[in-house]
């Protein structure tokens, strides 16, 4: 057992020499010895924009947030979910709209709507959030939707959120909605 474990060692060494070795072999310019301290040639600088958070207002919201979803997702309209949203149950889905509101806070939520239906949407996990100046974006959106219960200290916290103090203090036990997850959201504007 010993001389094998010598041997399988002494192959790797051999091996890992060989192609080092080999470096040597194919033709591209020979490398300086002693590294140059300009580079040769003019250089651009790639600047990225970077901002303070992931919510942070930008000039154009569009684009992808969360997840490259590679798995089917059945395409059904805001009203569709809406009046049938027990079909869907457990179904990644693909629905469309326009961002109505966002988490003024910290873009954690948004409101989906398509001219009658309103819906709240939220993202997997907590992992990411969408700039808080989206409002009027078209949006796709694709996850899990589902009837649920807001309780109403929740349907406060989001109305405080979204800015609306008059409506914070109107709410008065639990909301019935139906709650989307999304692990994708895909922004875009929408021509006018």
């Given at each position: ?33 002693v ?6 040639g003019k ?18 919201c ?21 009046k ?31 001219g ?21 974006y ?22 405080l ?32």
């Open positions: 057992m010993r001389q094998f474990m010598f041997f399988a060692v002494m192959a790797c060494v051999g091996l890992l020499i060989s192609v080092v070795g080999a470096h040597e072999g194919h033709n591209h310019a020979p490398m300086s010895k590294p140059t301290s300009r580079p040769s250089v651009k600088k790639v600047v990225k924009k970077k901002y303070a958070r992931p919510w942070s207002p930008r000039e154009d569009s684009g992808l947030y969360g997840t490259v979803d590679k798995k089917y997702a059945q395409k059904v309209t805001l009203s569709e979910l809406m049938n949203t027990d079909a869907y149950k457990g179904k990644f889905i693909e629905v469309s709209g326009v961002v109505k509101d966002v988490c003024r806070v910290k873009g954690c939520w948004m409101m989906l709507t398509d009658t239906h309103l819906m709240r949407v939220r993202f997997k996990g907590y992992k990411f959030f969408v700039p808080k100046n989206s409002i009027g078209g949006v796709t959106v694709r996850g899990y939707g589902r009837k649920s219960v807001l309780s109403a200290r929740m349907a406060r916290h989001y109305a959120d979204a800015g609306d103090k008059e409506a914070a203090k109107k709410i008065k036990g639990p909301q019935k909605v139906v709650a989307f997850t999304a692990s994708s959201v895909w922004m875009f504007k929408i021509k006018k």
